[in-house]
Nanobody, 121 residues
Framework: QVQLVESGGGLVQAGGSLRLSCAASGSIFRINDMGWYRQAPGKQRELVAAITSLGSTSYADSVKGRFTISRDNAKNTVYLQMNRLQPEDTAVYYC???????????????WGQGTQVTVSS
């Protein structure tokens, strides 16, 4: 079994910063791409940032220059450093990872449970 556990969400004032973490555990053989998504009330879930196993990154236009995604492969963990937060960043943030389990020949995408980020104006 594989689990993704997020942490680091909370309430912050506009202009502030938060750092999200997502740790994968279980019968993991290899983790490929990892990413962060978010879903605001009444809106569809959207990709915020992604990082490949080699460290290549991509970002949604709305967060470029403010958010930074990184990963620690030794710890099976992905991070999202969020700076200059704005009220429109308020959402539930979800971790996502493409994981190949031990004994499997294929990979599957897994989701974390989500962590709330609220930015007050």
């Amino acid at each position: 079994q594989v689990q993704l556990v997020e942490s680091g969400g909370g309430l912050v004032q506009a202009g502030g910063s938060l750092r999200l973490s997502c740790a994968a555990s279980g019968s993991i053989f290899r983790i490929n791409d990892m990413g962060w998504y978010r879903q605001a009330p009444g809106k569809q879930r959207e990709l915020v940032a992604a990082i490949t196993s080699l460290g290549s990154t991509s970002y949604a236009d709305s967060v470029k220059g403010r958010f930074t995604i990184s990963r620690d492969n030794a710890k099976n963990t992905v991070y999202l450093q969020m700076n200059r937060l704005q009220p429109e960043d308020t959402a539930v943030y979800y971790c996502n990872a493409d994981i190949r389990r031990i004994w499997n020949t294929y990979s599957t995408y897994y989701w974390g449970q989500g962590t709330q980020v609220t930015v007050s104006s």
